[in-house]
């Protein structure tokens, strides 16, 4: 079936530094990637769309200039999350849609800890 | 985007059948019901999905009110690892529609 890598799994870094999570459809092509971060004990939450070769979609209230996505090719998008701060500290899990199959395949997350 | 009401939580005996509810009284004639979990400490797995008629798979089986009001996820033997949140989600049939998440509901097997 469908897979999308997720990387890294864990990611501790300092205040101010920016962190780079990478995902990768493994066996198809993802035109659009989501991406969500999940607070604990809480559901997901949507905060961003992204389409091959052109700009994110963001959600209300997700800050586009801090949240850095690029998804350059078919099979890769990324998230970089610049100028982290404590409260950035989350799980976050991007998905792509499998047509094949008709729903959607996640990442394993990625668990950012700014210390 | 129509909304889903699962119960918080629920609880089963391993080895036993489990049936997980949803509400979905908002539904459009082209939204698919689909049905996710959540292990601890991972991304959501994908369980199954279906428009009108039940579909059953490997992991479950989904059965459909005539009235597309609600539906009730089927696991026929519940096992210790089928432990996760189970998640209830209406999706448009574009390939670009993204899935909202509710609170989902929270399966406890008991062995």
């Known amino acids: 079936g469908a897979v999308v890598s997720q990387h890294p799994s864990r990611v501790i870094c300092k205040s101010g530094t920016s962190v780079k999570i990478e995902c990768r459809s493994l066996d198809f092509q993802a035109t659009t990637m989501f991406w969500y971060r999940q607070f604990p004990k809480q559901s997901l939450m949507l905060m961003a769309t992204s389409n091959e070769g052109s700009k994110a979609t963001y959600e209300q209230g997700v800050e586009k200039d801090k949240f850095l996505i690029n998804h350059a090719s078919l099979t890769l998008s990324t998230l970089t999350v610049t100028s982290a701060h404590p409260e950035d500290s989350s799980f976050y899990i991007c998905s792509a849609w499998d047509s094949r199959k008709g729903g959607y395949t996640f990442g394993s997350g990625t668990r950012l800890t700014v210390v | 985007d129509a909304k889903t009401t699962q119960p918080n939580s629920m609880e089963s005996n391993e080895e036993e059948p489990v049936h997980l509810p949803c509400n979905h009284s908002?539904?459009?004639?082209?939204?698919?019901i689909h049905w996710y979990r959540q292990l601890p400490s991972q991304g959501p797995e994908y369980v199954i999905h279906g428009l009108t008629s039940n579909v059953n798979n490997r992991m479950a089986s989904l059965a459909i009110a005539e009235d597309r009001k609600s539906s009730t996820l089927i696991l026929h033997r519940a096992t210790l690892r089928d432990a996760a949140v189970y998640y209830c989600?209406?999706?448009?049939?574009?390939?670009?529609?993204?899935?909202?998440f509710g609170g989902g509901t929270r399966l406890m097997v008991k062995p």
């Open positions: 989600i209406l999706r448009g049939n574009n390939a670009g529609n993204m899935l909202t």
């Open positions: 908002t539904i459009s004639g082209t939204d698919y």
